[in-house]
């Protein structure tokens, strides 16, 4: 039977990490220069002292019946939950950033902080190629809609890359809708993004 946990600290961390990594190749590959230290880099995100977006506290792992067997996992937190600079903090600790991008970001973090105090935000969803296909996805984005409603969210948001239609549609067979705001191509080398919302009636 399918079910849900919080990420232990003595679960292996490093699939996970590589699951967040594959998710943001381009972007971890900008960040950190390469898969190895973009791996190190967001376990030690994952287990930072200091709140972010990828931090443990935020990650719901699925199972089938072994809970130490983790099939996938999400990533969602209420934007408000995370401390402004908490994740400049974080990515600072890894000793392994690049500063001129992180600066951008924190810039971007104080924008999100004040406009989007509401809003509930899927960060990452992964199931594990071999777990493919048995709706451990629908699942997760489910359980992440309940527990916006548990937080009082006003909507869930999230980022699909551009060009990507399978998760495109997939999200908006789910409810999401499309926004007319999206990201654009970053300096040439970051993908945009379409961003989806959820809206909770």
């Given at each position: 039977m399918t079910s849900f946990r919080k990420l232990y600290k003595n679960d292996d961390m490093?699939?996970?990490a590589n699951g967040i990594y594959m998710n943001n190749k381009r972007f971890f590959d900008l960040l950190f220069m390469d898969k190895k230290n973009a791996i190190e880099a967001i376990i030690k995100l994952i287990n930072s002292e200091y709140v972010n977006e990828y931090h443990g506290y935020f990650?719901?792992?699925?199972?089938?019946?072994?809970?130490e067997q983790i099939e996938g996992f999400v990533i969602s937190y209420k934007i408000?939950?995370?401390?402004?600079?908490?994740?400049f903090k974080a990515f600072k600790d890894t000793?392994?950033?690049?500063?001129?991008?992180?600066?951008?970001?924190?810039?971007?973090?104080?924008?999100?902080y004040n406009l989007m105090k509401n809003v509930f935000v899927i960060k990452e969803l992964y199931v594990f190629e071999e777990y493919r296909n048995k709706g451990h996805g629908t699942r997760l984005i489910?359980?992440?809609?309940?527990?916006?409603?548990?937080?009082?969210?006003k909507c869930v948001i999230l980022d699909v890359e551009y060009?990507?239609?399978?998760?495109?549609?997939?999200?908006?067979?789910?409810g999401f809708k499309e926004k007319t705001l999206s990201y654009k191509r970053l300096?040439?080398?970051?993908?945009?993004?379409?961003i989806l919302e959820y809206e909770f009636e």
């Open positions: 490093t699939p996970i990650i719901t792992v699925i199972y089938d019946e072994n809970p408000d939950q995370i401390p402004r600079n908490s994740t000793e392994k950033f690049s500063l001129p991008f992180m600066m951008l970001n924190r810039a971007v973090d104080g924008f999100k489910k359980k992440s809609l309940q527990k916006a409603l548990q937080y009082n969210s060009g990507n239609d399978y998760l495109l549609n997939f999200f908006k067979k789910l300096i040439g080398k970051m993908p945009g993004h379409y």
